[in-house]
C-alpha cells in the first residue's frame, strides 16, 4: 500500500522559507581540501623531525667520544715509557714485559714502552748492562753509540768511555753503529768495540774479565788510569782529585774484590803508580805522587 506523507503546516512552510544557508560547496569538494591539509600537515611531523635530530646527534656525539678515547688509549700504549735508573755505587736487576732479565751496573739508564712491548722489543740504553734475552720476536737495544739486535741470548753492552762494547756470552749479537754503516755479528765470548768510524773484533775474550762487575769484582787489562779512577768513582759514589799531570799515558791492569770502603781499591791503585792518595772529605779523596 502507498503510504500518504503528512501534510505541511503552513506555518511551518513559511519559517523554512525565510532561513538561508549560506553553503555553496558539495561534500565532495570539502573532503578534497581536508585531505589536502591533512597531507600538507600531518600531526606531530615536528615533534618527529626534532626527535630524529636529537637522537642523530647523540650518537654522533658518543661515536666521537669512542673515536677519541681509541685515540687515547693508542697513544699511551705506544708512548708510555718506563725508565730505570742507577745511582753510584748501586747495581740493579729489572725484569722486562717478555721475562728477558737487566742487571745494571752503578750509573746506568735504560727506558722503554711496556704496554707496547708484545709489539716491539726495543728499548734504550746508556752505561754498562747484562741483558738475559728470551726467545722470541727481535730484541733491540739503542745507544748513542750503537744498536745491538738479537733474537734470544745473554750478552753485555758498556757505553762508557767514549766507546761502544758488547760482549756476547751466549748466542749470536748484531752490532751496528748508530748509522748502521759498520756491522758484527758476534757469537760467545767475542767482544766488539764500535769506534765512531770502525768496529773492532775481539775473540776468545774470557768473561770473567767482562762481567767481572756482576760479582763485585774489578778486573782492569791495560786500562787508562782516568778510565779506571772514573769506575771506582761510580762503584763507591766518591770523588777523586787526580793531581798528577798528564796521566792519558798511564795504564792500570788489576784484579780485586769490591771491599766495602774505597781505601783499600786506592792503595791497591795508587801502589802500582808510586802514589798516595788522602782522604779530604766525607765522599773526596786526592791522589798525588810520593
Same mark, same amino acid.
Given at each position: 500500500? %502507498?503510504?500518504?506523507?503528512?501534510?505541511?503546516?503552513?506555518?511551518?512552510?513559511?519559517?523554512?522559507?525565510?532561513?538561508?544557508?549560506?553553503? *555553496?560547496?558539495?561534500?565532495?569538494?570539502? =573532503?578534497?581540501?581536508?585531505?589536502?591539509?591533512?597531507?600538507?600537515?600531518?600531526?606531530?611531523?615536528? #615533534? !618527529?623531525?626534532?626527535?630524529?635530530?636529537?637522537?642523530?646527534? =647523540?650518537?654522533?656525539?658518543?661515536?666521537?667520544?669512542? /673515536?677519541?678515547?681509541?685515540?687515547?688509549?693508542?697513544?699511551?700504549?705506544?708512548?708510555?715509557?718506563?725508565?730505570?735508573?742507577?745511582?753510584?755505587?748501586?747495581?740493579?736487576?729489572?725484569?722486562?714485559?717478555?721475562?728477558?732479565?737487566?742487571? /745494571?751496573?752503578?750509573?746506568?739508564?735504560?727506558?722503554? !714502552?711496556?704496554?707496547? =712491548?708484545?709489539?716491539?722489543?726495543? &728499548?734504550?740504553?746508556?752505561?754498562?748492562?747484562?741483558?738475559?734475552? %728470551?726467545?722470541?720476536?727481535?730484541?733491540?737495544?739503542?745507544?748513542?753509540?750503537?744498536?745491538?739486535?738479537?733474537?734470544?741470548?745473554?750478552?753485555?753492552?758498556?757505553?762508557?768511555?767514549?766507546?761502544?762494547?758488547?760482549?756476547?756470552?751466549?748466542?749470536?749479537?748484531?752490532?751496528?753503529?748508530?748509522?748502521? %754503516?759498520? *756491522?758484527?755479528? &758476534?757469537?760467545?765470548?767475542?767482544?766488539?768495540?764500535?769506534?765512531?768510524?770502525?768496529?773492532?773484533?775481539?775473540?776468545?775474550?774470557?768473561?770473567?774479565?767482562? /762481567?767481572? =762487575?756482576?760479582?763485585?769484582?774489578?778486573?782492569?787489562?791495560?786500562?787508562?788510569?782516568?778510565?779506571? &779512577?772514573?769506575?771506582?768513582?761510580?762503584?763507591?759514589?766518591?770523588?777523586?782529585? /787526580? !793531581?798528577?799531570?798528564?796521566?792519558?799515558?798511564?795504564?792500570? *791492569?788489576?784484579?780485586?774484590?769490591?771491599?766495602?770502603?774505597?781505601?783499600?781499591?786506592?792503595?791497591?791503585?795508587?801502589?802500582?803508580?808510586?802514589?798516595?792518595?788522602?782522604?779530604?772529605?766525607?765522599?773526596?779523596?786526592?791522589?798525588? #805522587?810520593?
Amino acid at each position: 500500500m %502507498k503510504q500518504n506523507n503528512p501534510p505541511i503546516d503552513p506555518k511551518e512552510e513559511k519559517i523554512f522559507e525565510k532561513m538561508h544557508i549560506p553553503f *555553496t560547496k558539495s561534500k565532495e569538494m570539502v =573532503w578534497e581540501e581536508l585531505n589536502k591539509k591533512i597531507q600538507a600537515t600531518p600531526p606531530n611531523t615536528k #615533534k !618527529q623531525k626534532t626527535g630524529k635530530i636529537i637522537l642523530l646527534s =647523540w650518537i654522533k656525539m658518543a661515536a666521537a667520544a669512542v /673515536l677519541i678515547a681509541a685515540i687515547g688509549l693508542s697513544v699511551f700504549v705506544r708512548f708510555y715509557t718506563t725508565t730505570i735508573n742507577t745511582l753510584n755505587a748501586q747495581h740493579l736487576s729489572h725484569i722486562l714485559p717478555d721475562g728477558s732479565g737487566v742487571t /745494571l751496573n752503578a750509573s746506568s739508564t735504560l727506558s722503554y !714502552q711496556p704496554y707496547y =712491548w708484545s709489539f716491539k722489543r726495543q &728499548l734504550n740504553f746508556e752505561g754498562e748492562g747484562f741483558f738475559d734475552v %728470551k726467545k722470541g720476536s727481535d730484541f733491540t737495544v739503542i745507544s748513542s753509540a750503537g744498536n745491538t739486535q738479537v733474537l734470544g741470548t745473554s750478552f753485555n753492552i758498556n757505553t762508557r768511555n767514549n766507546q761502544y762494547e758488547v760482549f756476547c756470552l751466549t748466542g749470536k749479537v748484531r752490532v751496528a753503529d748508530y748509522a748502521a %754503516k759498520n *756491522t758484527a755479528v &758476534l757469537t760467545p765470548n767475542h767482544l766488539a768495540i764500535l769506534n765512531k768510524t770502525t768496529i773492532e773484533v775481539k775473540k776468545e775474550v774470557k768473561a770473567t774479565q767482562i /762481567l767481572a =762487575w756482576k760479582n763485585n769484582k774489578f778486573n782492569f787489562i791495560a786500562q787508562p788510569l782516568h778510565y779506571v &779512577l772514573a769506575e771506582i768513582e761510580r762503584q763507591y759514589n766518591i770523588v777523586i782529585d /787526580l !793531581q798528577v799531570k798528564e796521566p792519558q799515558n798511564m795504564v792500570y *791492569t788489576g784484579n780485586f774484590k769490591k771491599n766495602n770502603a774505597p781505601e783499600a781499591a786506592l792503595d791497591l791503585i795508587c801502589q802500582s803508580f808510586g802514589f798516595i792518595f788522602v782522604q779530604t772529605g766525607d765522599k773526596t779523596y786526592s791522589i798525588a #805522587k810520593k
